[in-house]
């Protein structure tokens, strides 16, 4: 969907300077905890500033784009306390425009899993010669109590084409409708159901990935976290971005949040903050709402608490986080939590980048490079 009043576009010149520049920086260093990190910053982009094009769209007012999922909007519900209507309210206006990338004709069908899940499915109309491909689960974010396939449904497409893999996207159950474990019940539903319909589809079984952002990072960790602790195996690969892993605020010491952990320029301090002071009191929406009458111990909620006798098992993972974000230490720390117990784990931190970049893919040169590393890195994991 295009926006004029947006300065980038995949039509202009600077877009692509600033795309290409990102693709040429990609060497991994394995850091002291044995994670494979490296950031991503424009030369363009001061230290402890925000790029330029997070600044331009912070200005430019937002059309309410992603409608409620389908499944919630079946739900007979009237909000009766403040926290419900205000996720309902923030629903209405979630999400982004963002483009389609794809130079390819992508087949866009549906499909009900189990339970009656609904998932979104796109694959390369033009299958000659690939055989059967990978899958990727994609669970959308939204905090659990909003978005939808629709506002990622331009970038699914993308991975579909540039894997090229079947993608299917879950349209899981969201709060204040339904409550923890609902949505991860539905994702692992989707997973499992993916695997069993493999052959329908074209799909190797041994060749599934789950992929998340934001909350769905936190529900794509749970899903590889689900697939050791039952032993199913069903995941060869998982993926996070920007993703919420931790519901508990009394964690242990090392995984405190704090300022000190950010390089903010003074004149940069007040849109960041509030930003990440936003994101921080998201949690006084989602514990009342989604996590409910669940512990927020529960590594089902938390994923930094999976058990070390249970991460040993899961399967290697990539977390991408961006720099002024106050997820950003989460991300990095499941990163770290994946390393420490054996797992193979790659880590990539946008500078200049704020929470949900990806959203707006074809608008942030950033967004289309991270789809292109999420790609190169499950085409390596598959020997594409």
Same mark, same amino acid.
């Given at each position: $969907?295009?926006?004029?009043?947006?300065?980038?576009?995949?039509?202009?010149?600077?877009? +692509?300077?600033?795309?290409?520049?990102? $693709?040429?920086?990609?060497?991994?260093?394995?850091?002291?905890?044995?994670?494979?990190?490296?950031?991503?910053?424009?030369?363009?982009?001061?230290?402890?500033?925000?790029?330029?094009?997070?600044?331009?769209?912070?200005?430019?007012?937002?059309?309410?784009?992603?409608?409620?999922?389908?499944?919630?909007?079946?739900?007979?519900?009237?909000?009766?306390?403040?926290?419900?209507?205000?996720?309902?309210?923030?629903?209405?206006?979630?999400?982004?425009?963002?483009?389609?990338?794809?130079?390819? @004709?992508?087949?866009?069908?549906?499909?009900?899993?189990?339970?009656?899940?609904? =998932?979104?499915?796109?694959?390369?109309?033009?299958?000659?010669?690939?055989?059967?491909?990978?899958?990727?689960?994609?669970?959308?974010?939204?905090?659990? +109590?909003?978005?939808?396939?629709?506002?990622?449904?331009?970038? !699914?497409?993308?991975?579909?084409?540039?894997?090229?893999?079947?993608? +299917?996207?879950?349209?899981?159950?969201?709060?204040?409708?339904?409550?923890?474990?609902?949505?991860?019940?539905? !994702?692992?539903?989707?997973?499992?159901?993916?695997?069993?319909?493999?052959?329908?589809?074209?799909?190797?079984?041994?060749?599934?990935?789950?992929?998340?952002?934001?909350?769905?990072?936190?529900?794509?960790?749970?899903?590889?976290?689900?697939?050791?602790?039952?032993?199913?195996?069903?995941?060869?690969?998982?993926?996070?971005?920007?993703?919420?892993?931790? =519901? @508990?605020?009394?964690?242990? @010491?090392?995984?405190?949040?704090?300022?000190?952990?950010?390089?903010?320029?003074?004149?940069?301090?007040?849109?960041?903050?509030?930003?990440?002071?936003?994101?921080?009191?998201?949690?006084?929406?989602?514990?009342?709402?989604?996590?409910?009458?669940?512990?927020?111990? @529960?590594?089902?909620?938390?994923?930094?608490?999976?058990?070390?006798?249970?991460?040993?098992?899961?399967?290697?993972?990539?977390?991408?986080?961006?720099?002024?974000?106050?997820?950003?230490?989460?991300?990095?720390?499941?990163?770290?939590?994946?390393?420490?117990?054996?797992?193979?784990?790659?880590?990539?931190?946008?500078?200049?980048?704020?929470?949900?970049?990806?959203?707006?893919?074809?608008?942030?040169?950033?967004?289309?490079? !991270?789809?292109?590393?999420?790609?190169?890195?499950?085409?390596?994991?598959?020997?594409?």
């Amino acid at each position: $969907m295009a926006r004029s009043d947006y300065a980038y576009t995949p039509t202009t010149k600077e877009y +692509f300077e600033d795309l290409h520049e990102l $693709m040429a920086q990609a060497a991994f260093h394995h850091d002291e905890n044995h994670v494979w990190h490296k950031d991503k910053r424009l030369k363009k982009v001061e230290p402890g500033s925000l790029d330029p094009i997070v600044k331009q769209t912070l200005e430019t007012p937002s059309a309410p784009y992603a409608p409620a999922s389908k499944i919630t909007s079946q739900a007979n519900f009237t909000p009766t306390t403040g926290v419900e209507k205000k996720v309902l309210q923030i629903r209405q206006t979630f999400g982004s425009h963002n483009f389609d990338l794809t130079t390819e @004709d992508i087949k866009t069908e549906h499909a009900l899993a189990e339970n009656r899940v609904p =998932l979104e499915i796109y694959a390369p109309r033009d299958r000659k010669g690939l055989g059967d491909l990978p899958a990727m689960v994609y669970i959308h974010g939204g905090g659990f +109590f909003a978005g939808a396939v629709e506002v990622t449904r331009n970038m !699914c497409k993308y991975y579909a084409e540039k894997i090229p893999a079947v993608v +299917f996207s879950v349209d899981y159950r969201l709060t204040p409708e339904y409550a923890a474990p609902d949505a991860a019940n539905d !994702c692992y539903t989707a997973v499992s159901w993916v695997h069993q319909h493999a052959a329908d589809y074209q799909v190797n079984p041994n060749q599934i990935v789950v992929n998340g952002d934001s909350s769905g990072g936190n529900l794509s960790a749970v899903m590889s976290y689900f697939d050791a602790q039952r032993g199913n195996h069903y995941l060869a690969g998982q993926v996070e971005l920007y993703p919420v892993t931790s =519901l @508990d605020p009394k964690l242990s @010491d090392q995984h405190q949040w704090s300022w000190d952990q950010y390089h903010i320029i003074p004149s940069e301090y007040e849109n960041i903050s509030t930003a990440m002071k936003q994101m921080k009191d998201s949690n006084n929406l989602i514990d009342p709402t989604y996590v409910r009458n669940m512990s927020v111990d @529960d590594p089902s909620i938390s994923p930094l608490l999976i058990p070390a006798e249970v991460a040993k098992k899961m399967v290697p993972a990539l977390v991408v986080t961006d720099e002024f974000d106050y997820l950003r230490p989460q991300g990095y720390d499941y990163a770290k939590l994946m390393a420490q117990n054996g797992v193979e784990a790659h880590y990539i931190n946008y500078k200049g980048m704020m929470h949900a970049f990806t959203d707006k893919f074809g608008i942030y040169p950033q967004a289309q490079d !991270c789809a292109l590393e999420v790609i190169k890195w499950i085409r390596q994991r598959f020997n594409q």
